[in-house]
């Protein structure tokens, strides 16, 4: 049973910014460093899942039919039995489904909304180390149940133009939630994705982003690297796909300092 279980959330409303490519990596790495760990996939897209190699078609459960479940018996959690085994020794997947695209409409009348995944994965720290959260490209019930059961943020930016743009509106949804349902929220890791060296636009976005976001912004930054965007098609995470490449170096990297923030944060 891990003495410690801390609960991130990769966010960033923008879409193809590298949310599901380093929840994904960042999930099977801690898996493959020894830790027990989760991966939420909170996003309809469903990508996370399938960058497992699961079909989400065929899972007798997933996130949407547990928030329906919720909302038939209030007390009801999710059994880490009935999670779903990636056939990865550590890591365990709840998956996403397309019928998440109504969790908006679902839970629009219902009382305490935002708090629903917080309570629903309550049971599973004494299963788990990590629980990364996969979210959507929105700052909709789906993110904000994120927000709200997260300790920490990931925070991926795309070194391209306009790569702070909206970010703003992250940092006040994220103090509201702060203020609101979830006091300990705290932005753990700003991590630069999909740079490319040969470009001076790459360069100037990671200062840009540094003299934003100063300590915040992860030492590691994600390289623009092909084996990472082949690996969904395989149902691999880079790391597993191609461990040697240098989209995996840089997100076992990132692995690391990830583990590094939690042991310097322990409660
Ligand atoms: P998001 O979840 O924010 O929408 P994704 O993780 O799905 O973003 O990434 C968007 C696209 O970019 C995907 O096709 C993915 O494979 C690709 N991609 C992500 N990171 C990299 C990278 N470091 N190098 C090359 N392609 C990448
Ligand atoms: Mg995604």
């Known amino acids: 049973m891990p003495s410690q279980s801390w609960t991130l959330a990769v966010v ?7 949310k ?3 929840a994904v990596n ?10 027990p760990t989760l991966l939420v996939d909170a996003d309809p897209q469903a990508n996370a899942t399938s960058g497992l190699g699961v079909d989400a078609r065929t899972q007798s459960h997933n ?28 890591l365990a997947l709840l998956p996403a489904s397309i019928d998440l695209a109504g969790a908006d409409v679902l839970l629009a009348s219902q009382i305490a909304r935002e708090t629903l995944l917080r ?6 720290h004494e299963d788990y180390r990590w629980i990364v959260i996969d979210t959507p490209p929105s700052l909709g019930v789906l993110t904000i149940n994120a927000l709200t059961a997260a300790d920490g943020l990931i925070v991926p930016v795309q070194c391209e133009y306009y790569a702070l743009e909206g970010l703003s509106q992250l940092l006040q949804t994220v103090d509201l939630v702060r203020q609101h349902l979830n006091p300990r929220l705290e932005i753990w890791k700003v991590v630069l994705t999909m ?16 003299k934003f976001f100063g300590a915040k912004v992860a030492h590691t930054v994600i390289p623009r690297n092909i084996r990472v965007s082949e690996s969904p098609s395989f149902g691999q995470p880079v790391i597993e796909y191609d461990p040697r490449s240098r989209g995996a170096q ?3 990297e990132l692995v690391e300092e990830v583990k590094r923030y939690a042991a310097s944060c322990a409660r």
């Open 195 to 210: 740079h490319d060296s040969r470009t001076r636009l790459a360069e100037q976005v990671e200062q840009e982003v540094r």
């Open 119 to 124: 309570s629903l994965l309550a049971p599973l």
């Open 26 to 35: 960042l999930a099977a790495g801690l898996a493959l460093s020894g830790e």
């Open 63 to 90: 996130l949407f039919s547990l928030i329906q479940a919720r909302l038939v018996h209030p007390q009801a959690t999710i059994a880490s039995e009935i999670l779903t085994d990636t056939g990865r020794e550590n």
């Open 12 to 18: 960033n409303q923008k879409g193809g910014v590298g």
């Open 20 to 22: 599901t490519t380093t």
């Open 250 to 252: 840089a997100y076992l």
